[in-house]
């Protein structure tokens, strides 16, 4: 299997539920990224991952969790969520940063539905 | 900071025409730019980015963008729009001077194309 691949691709939960997303990436690529996309506003960076480490968390819920066990696996916990969070929520990885440009891998996304 | 703006929610355009979808760029030193596309149900796709050298950049499924550096645009084009085209196209930016180990990238909100037969 090739790409970013995200399972589940619909998830429905409770505002009490604790679910978790996941993101597998098969190219090799050192950095990893979760993204919210919502109607109408820009994609929403959530967090990365370079080289297994966290360096970015944009004012995120503590709500959300995220894990990078591996240079290839990127999860997100989520625990207590609101209907608010209900969005498409999108992994992607690439190679580096610096000079280099390199363009973000996508996965399918995961469609979330908090009731 | 660094931003984009894409100023229309939608543009409509008939098969066989030329298409265009608007992009502008803010950024503080020089841009690396890049187009994205969405089919329904899908995550994004990478269709093409400017890093230097010549404006005008070719990407995949026929699509180009000119890069105007004093306009500081990006408007993304195609001679000739097919139906299959009909999707959501993201315009997004990065700073060259940014030296972490990711790709700091900023989208826009998203410009729909449909194309209508």
């Known amino acids: 299997e090739t790409g970013v691949t995200q399972t589940p691709r619909h998830l429905v939960m409770g505002m009490t539920n604790k679910k978790s997303l996941k993101c597998e990436q098969h190219l090799g690529h050192n950095a990893m990224y979760w993204y919210k996309q919502s109607a109408k506003k820009p994609l929403e960076l959530m967090f990365v991952y370079s080289l297994e480490e966290r360096v970015e968390n944009n004012s995120v819920p503590s709500r959300f969790s995220p894990e990078c066990p591996n240079s290839s696996h990127l999860f997100l916990h989520l625990h207590t969520l609101q209907p608010e969070d209900s969005a498409l929520y999108l992994c992607?990885?690439?190679?580096?940063?610096?000079?280099?440009?390199?363009?973000?891998?996508f996965g399918e996304g995961s469609r979330l539905t908090v009731l | 900071a660094q931003s984009v703006a894409q100023p229309e929610d939608q543009v409509n355009v008939a098969e066989g025409n030329p298409l265009t979808v608007k992009c502008t760029y803010s950024?503080?030193?020089?841009?690396?730019l890049f187009w994205y596309v969405q089919y329904p149900n899908r995550g994004l796709q990478f269709l093409l980015k400017?890093?230097?050298?010549?404006?005008l950049v070719k990407g995949s499924y026929g699509f180009e963008a000119e890069f105007n550096k004093s306009q500081t645009s990006f408007h993304l084009k195609k001679p000739s729009a097919l139906v299959s085209d009909s999707a959501l196209y993201f315009c997004?930016?990065?700073?060259?001077?940014?030296?972490?180990?990711?790709?700091?990238?900023?989208f826009g909100t998203g410009t729909k194309l449909q194309v209508i037969p």
């Open positions: 992607a990885s690439s190679q580096g940063g610096g000079w280099w440009a390199g363009e973000l891998f």
């Open positions: 400017y890093i230097t050298g010549d404006n």
């Open positions: 950024v503080s030193g020089n841009p690396y």
């Open positions: 997004a930016v990065r700073d060259l001077r940014d030296s972490g180990g990711y790709q700091k990238v900023t």
